[in-house]
């Protein structure tokens, strides 16, 4: 039996094929900023990573890179105006009415930028840390926030529970199932 003979193409391109035109690259400033619906101004969110994870916050206002920035108040348990991305935060339907609290306009994503500080010295490894300062500016920042937050919070007939409210650890016990529950 024969094998049958490779069949040759009767033409042969000289162009290089060229890969498909794909669509435009998006680059990350062009990206849609979607809020989830459970978030809105005013609502408390439980942190569930970093360095303040259990902590309860209040949710001030969405930032143009997506994140949301949030605050403890301060003086109830601690947490300062941060940036948080949405996928590390739990809704919880406590509702603060934010409407007259007035946020500054400085507030943007270029306020929580640390300022690259370039070491000069003689040796070639260097191994002295330089140490975050914290600017006059974000401290006004948090007391001007932190001031017109608790007024509202103290308006409220819930004041004493709401302050109790956020100044605890969100904690889960054997018994306690996430799924079941309504934040």
Do not use: W
């Not at 794909?22 to 969110?45: A, C, N, Q």
């Amino acid at each position: 039996m024969e094998t049958p003979k490779e069949r040759r193409p009767k033409n042969f391109s000289i162009r290089r094929k060229t890969k498909k035109q794909l669509r435009p690259k998006k680059y990350f400033k062009d990206h849609k900023r979607r809020l989830r619906e459970s978030i809105k101004p005013g609502t408390v969110l439980i942190l569930l990573t970093g360095i303040h994870k259990g902590k309860r916050v209040v949710f001030l206002k969405q930032l143009k890179t997506g994140l949301l920035m949030v605050t403890g108040p301060y003086k109830l348990n601690g947490c300062p105006l941060r940036r948080v991305n949405q996928r590390f935060v739990i809704a919880t339907c406590t509702q603060i009415d934010i409407s007259k609290v007035k946020i500054p306009e400085n507030l943007t994503d270029n306020f929580f930028r640390h300022e690259k500080v370039e070491q000069q010295s003689d040796e070639i490894f260097a191994t002295k840390k330089t140490e975050y300062v914290l600017k006059e500016e974000r401290k006004t920042a948090q007391v001007e926030v932190d001031k017109a937050l608790l007024s509202v919070i103290k308006k409220r007939e819930d004041r004493v529970m709401l302050k109790g409210y956020l100044s605890t650890f969100f904690s889960l016990s054997r018994s306690e199932l996430p799924h079941k529950m309504k934040f």
